[in-house]
């Protein structure tokens, strides 16, 4: 089994900063793609950024030059620096991985970005 624990999550003004992290265990063969998705109340769930194994970056349009994923050193960890954040930033955060037995997802994490 394996347990994603998100962190990092909170309240901003527009214009802030907020840094995301993830941290994966369990029984973990190989993360062959990492990412965060969100859900904004009455939306459905869409992603925001991605990484792969190989270190290829995806950013959905809305964040490209804003957010930033990378990945921890320890290759279990995932991380989404988001700057200059805006309202339509709000949403629920959610860390997904996948391996090469199955795909995950974090428990999310609140963002709220309001003056």
């Known amino acids: 089994q394996v347990q994603l624990v998100e962190s990092g999550g909170g309240l901003v003004q527009p214009g802030g900063s907020l840094r995301l992290s993830c941290v994966a265990s369990?029984?973990?063969?190989?993360?062959?793609?990492m990412g965060w998705y969100r859900q904004a109340p009455g939306k459905e769930r869409e992603l925001v950024a991605s990484?792969?194994?190989?270190?290829?970056?995806n950013y959905t349009d809305s964040v490209s030059g804003r957010f930033t994923i990378s990945r921890g050193n320890g290759k279990r960890s995932v991380y989404l620096q988001m700057n200059s954040l805006k309202p339509e930033d709000t949403a629920v955060y959610y860390c997904?991985?996948?391996?090469?037995?199955?795909?995950?997802w974090g428990q999310g994490t609140q963002v709220t970005v309001s003056s």
């Open positions: 997904n991985v996948h391996t090469l037995t199955g795909h995950y």
């Open positions: 369990g029984r973990i063969l190989l993360i062959t793609l």
């Open positions: 990484l792969t194994r190989g270190g290829s970056t």
